[in-house]
């Protein structure tokens, strides 16, 4: 069957689905630095790091930018508990030689911190599990972190993480090795809100979504830097092409789960567009850019 696209005034109609852009915010400024990597925290709060994921900031209530951390490796990933009041994030140092990493985490609201990890060669970035638990991959064993220490725990929701080249998958106190599509380089693996579907990057391949055990059920073709929207029905991502020295173009676009609606979210000469995370709802879409700006774009999804 034909899909039939019709485009007015910024409007997308797919099979019933109407999507509108209604505005693009510039939320930082060349002059208060450059920035990348936005990620939202529960509460809404924006976040980002600068080049080469060196230091964590966020904006406040008066788009003031307030510094969490000016670590290198602080604003990799970082992870927030349920409320959003704390942020855990993984800075690094080197020492003859030898980079070491630890777990912050940090109290937004009292401006404290608890160093929960320290100076350890091999852990993941840290995810949250339903439980609201932090928790961390270190050498093939999940660990459960809290101000008490490290504690090795099973009753944990599905978590992913890149682990040499693969996808593990930690659920119901098993790690399984995931390589849906066979050997290879696989990247940005995330577990969907309803905890039952994985979405993944294989390098040269494209973005998939497959089940726990890695059986495919979706191809989205080329997506990079894929992320889940909260209600897990849509994915946003980049799509950036390169002459492989340097960057030449990249939008953002959002792709039904299913694969079978797409809309271009930004496409702009002059802005490449990089690196887009949800809101706290399918109607706010954020993303860093080659200027060092991080937008917002505020879509309504019907």
């Not at 929960?116 to 991959?137: E, M, N, Q, Y």
């Not at 064993?141 to 101000?147: A, G, H, N, R």
């Not at 119901?172 to 979405?199: F, Q």
Request: aromatic share 12%; net charge negative.
């Amino acid at each position: 069957m034909k899909q039939l696209w019709l485009i007015l005034l910024g409007t997308i109609f797919l099979f019933a689905q109407q999507i509108t852009v209604k505005e693009t915010i510039a939320l930082t400024t060349p002059q208060e630095g450059a920035f990348s990597h936005p990620i939202v925290s529960p509460e809404g709060k924006v976040f980002f790091t600068q080049l080469n994921y060196q230091g964590l900031y966020y904006l406040d209530s008066g788009n003031k930018i307030i510094t969490v951390s000016e670590e290198p490796g602080a604003g990799y990933e970082p992870e927030f508990s349920k409320d959003g009041r704390y942020v855990y994030y993984r800075p690094y140092r080197y020492e003859n030689a030898r980079k070491l990493s630890s777990l912050v985490k940090k109290d937004l609201i009292e401006n404290n911190q608890n160093v929960l990890i320290k100076d350890r060669r091999d852990f993941t970035s840290p995810k949250r599990l339903d439980t609201g638990a932090i928790v961390v991959d270190s050498n093939s064993e999940i660990l459960s972190v809290d101000e008490n220490g490290v504690n090795s725990r099973t009753d944990y929701k599905a978590v992913a993480f890149v682990d040499n080249s693969k996808i593990s998958v930690f659920h119901k106190g098993e790690k399984k090795s995931l390589a849906p599509l066979g050997d290879g380089h696989y990247i940005w693996p995330a577990v969907s809100p309803d905890g039952n579907r994985l979405l993944f990057v294989k390098a040269g391949k494209g973005a998939f979504i497959c089940d726990l055990d890695g059986n495919i059920q979706v191809e989205l073709g080329y997506a990079n830097a894929p992320k889940w929207s909260p209600d897990g029905n849509w994915i946003v991502y980049m799509d950036d092409k390169d002459d492989g020295h340097r960057l030449l173009e990249s939008d953002i676009w959002i792709v039904s789960a299913d694969g079978q609606s797409r809309y271009q979210l930004t496409q702009t000469s002059d802005i490449l567009e990089l690196y887009p995370a949800w809101g706290t709802d399918k109607n706010t879409v954020y993303s860093g850019s080659d200027s060092g700006i991080i937008y917002k774009i505020n879509l309504e999804i019907q």
